[in-house]
Nanobody, 121 residues
């Protein structure tokens, strides 16, 4: 079992930055693919970024603006979000156990509770 807790969300103006963190506890963190997904009101949950031991994958909508990283010593995965846009507004979820190459939400085994990111125009 893996327990995930996100933090770092908030309200930011367009063009600003936020860094989300996801702290994991439970089984060996370093062995898990970690992902970030987001869900805006009235929309389906969508993939944002994923990271394996040494590879990353990003949604086209965030490439060049967001960076996913992990610190296995701290059991934590991060999502650095720069040049934020109003359309990035959503609840952001951390997830573990799926695929980094073909990141489908239903294939991830563990989920955090989510953290709200709101980008004002």
């Amino acid at each position: 079992q893996v327990h995930l807790v996100e933090s770092g969300g908030g309200l930011v103006q367009a063009g600003g930055s936020l860094r989300l963190s996801c702290a994991a506890s439970g089984r060996t963190f370093s062995g898990y693919v970690m992902g970030w997904f987001r869900q805006a009101p009235g929309k389906e949950r969508e993939f944002v970024a994923a990271i394996s031991r040494d590879s990353t994958n990003y949604a086209e909508s965030v490439k060049g603006r967001f960076t996913i990283s992990r610190d296995n010593a701290k059991n934590t995965v991060y999502l650095q979000m720069n040049s934020l846009k109003p359309e990035d507004t959503a609840v952001y979820y951390c997830a573990a156990g799926g695929s980094w190459r073909r990141p489908i939400a239903t294939q991830y085994d563990y989920w955090g509770q989510g953290t709200q990111v709101t980008v004002s125009s």
